[in-house]
């Protein structure tokens, strides 16, 4: 079941081209891998477009990879959630969420950093 409860979205200037349901870093660019995230956006977005991204409650994100139901997140390269291993906390998958591979839209509780 696909849901998200956002508490807060708030815009942001997109600095790179972003792809829908991925972390977003503070700068308006795909969040790093392992690093910091300011949200997640749900629309994909040029260069220089304003994009509302999800930075408080729930929202769905798209799995990197197999995530087991609890995991807690952090970014890939490419934005996407995957299981933490050494980087910044940034969400935690909603109860009865879990993904089987990448690619997976999975709804993730945030954790603001």
């Known amino acids: 079941m696909q849901n998200a409860i956002p508490l807060l979205s708030l815009p942001i200037l997109a ?4 792809v829908a349901n991925r972390f977003v ?3 308006g660019a795909t969040a790093a891998a392992a690093g910091n995230s300011y949200g997640v956006n749900r629309t994909a977005a040029a260069i220089g477009d304003r994009v509302t991204l999800d930075v408080l409650g729930t929202t769905m994100v798209e799995s990197g990879a197999a995530i087991a139901a609890g995991a ?10 995957v299981t933490k291993s ?12 879990s993904a089987s591979a990448a690619g997976q839209l ?8």
């Open 72 to 81: 807690l997140i952090e970014a890939d390269a490419t934005g996407r959630a």
């Open 86 to 97: 050494a980087g910044v906390t940034l969400g935690r998958l909603a109860p009865g969420e």
């Open 106 to 113: 999975v709804e993730v509780i945030l954790i603001p950093n």
């Open 25 to 27: 870093s503070p700068a």
């Open 15 to 18: 600095s790179g081209v972003l």
